[in-house]
Structures are given as structure tokens and as C-alpha cells.
């Protein structure tokens, strides 16, 4: 499938997929959804509530490894120990990792940005002092974890392109992988995304979603 790299309004990169009309992030920015959704409204509200060592995040949908690299540098800013396991089919060329320009934008090294994607995969390496990730190349119905997370970010395609990304039977594998307490969030805020969360057992609350979205979904396993 064809596949470009396009500047999203807050000057960060994406990828868009011009057969499916879909991007990696928002094109009102991917820098500013990324830090709005999974940082501002997941991990810093979690971490409000648990100081675990380490904190164990799910991403579903690896993709860029925007998500990943933020929370890096917040791991590190912070100096929070981060166990980040990151879930991804199909992983993004080592072309389009250099044109991704998020170091540059976020003043960060990219000798950090570059070891997270040239780690190898199915094996867990440390990134920096307070961070190491887990590159699992795999579907997300493939998912079997078990009480193992204390956050997921659920950042996989919408679900108008991939709707079986998005239903009961995958919300009830992200109930499963968490730990009781634990947290979801999600860029999306669609109906039936959260009716499907609440049958499989989360509590969900709509929130102020990014720039260009109204809402978006936090869920917590109770």
C-alpha cells in the first residue's frame, strides 16, 4: 500500500496512506495530539494516582514510535522507570524513520529516536537510563496478556477504515492486559467504541480531545 510522508499543522510528520484517506496522527498536528492524549490525559493522570517501578505500558500501533519517544523523554525527564511494549504488524521503513522529523521538533537527541527503532524486535532493550521497550511484531487479535499493564494507548487506525480494531473483542483482550485500575485512552470518542469498552467490564469517560477533535475516550478497568 502506498504510503507518504505529509507535515501536519503543528510542523510535525506523519504518514498517510492516500488509498485509505487515513493518517499515523492527526493532520491538525502529531506532536500535539501524541502529548494531549496519551501523555497529558494518560500517563500524567495515571501517575498521579500510582508510582509503580516500573510502569508498564501497552501501545497498540506502534507505527512512527512517536508515542514511544515522548514517553521516553517524559521517563527521563521525570525519572520515572518505563517498561513499554510496543505492538505493531506492519513496522514503517527504515526510509521513512529518517524522514520523521520529531527529534529535531521535540529538541531531543536522535541517537535516542534511532536506537528505539533499530532495537531488535520480540526482545527487550533499554533505550535510556529510566526507559526500555519491547518491539512485538504481531496483530492485535494475537494479544494474550494477562494483568500485565498499567496503561495501554490504544493509537490504531480509525475505526473507518479498520472497524475490527475496534470491538468487544479486542476491547475485552485491552481489559485483560491491564492490571486492576489500570488505564486506556484512546484519540477516538465514537459511540459504539464506547459501548463496546463498557460491555467488556471499563468504566469510560469522555474527555476534550486534541485540536480537531471534540472528545476522546479514557477508560479504567474496575
Do not use: C
Amino acid at each position: 500500500m502506498k504510503r507518504k510522508i505529509i507535515i501536519t499543522d503543528d510542523g510535525s510528520t506523519t504518514i498517510h496512506l492516500p488509498d485509505l484517506d487515513e493518517q499515523y496522527h492527526s493532520k491538525h498536528g502529531a506532536i500535539q495530539e501524541a502529548y494531549h492524549v496519551f501523555i497529558n490525559t494518560g500517563l500524567e493522570y495515571l501517575l498521579k494516582q500510582l508510582q509503580p517501578n516500573p510502569l508498564k505500558i501497552l501501545e497498540i500501533g506502534l507505527g512512527t514510535g512517536l508515542n514511544a519517544f515522548i514517553t521516553l523523554l517524559e521517563a527521563d525527564k521525570n525519572k520515572i522507570p518505563i517498561s513499554f511494549t510496543g505492538v505493531e504488524a506492519y513496522p514503517i521503513s527504515s526510509l521513512e524513520i529518517e524522514k520523521l522529523n520529531y527529534p529535531l521538533l521535540l529538541n531531543s537527541t536522535e541517537a535516542y529516536f534511532k536506537k528505539l527503532h533499530q532495537s531488535e524486535w520480540e526482545k527487550q532493550i533499554s533505550i535510556s537510563t529510566h526507559f526500555s521497550i519491547l518491539k512485538r511484531k504481531q496483530f492485535f487479535s494475537e494479544i494474550t496478556d494477562k494483568n500485565n499493564f498499567h496503561l495501554i494507548y490504544f493509537d490504531a487506525f480509525g475505526a473507518r477504515v479498520q472497524p475490527e480494531l475496534w470491538t468487544e473483542q479486542i476491547f475485552k483482550k485491552m481489559y485483560t492486559a491491564l492490571k486492576k485500575g489500570g488505564v486506556l485512552v484512546t484519540y477516538s470518542a465514537k459511540g459504539s467504541v464506547r459501548r463496546a469498552m463498557q460491555t467488556v467490564g471499563f468504566e469510560v469517560e469522555r474527555l476534550p480531545g486534541p485540536p480537531g477533535k471534540r472528545e476522546m475516550l479514557r477508560a479504567r478497568k474496575i
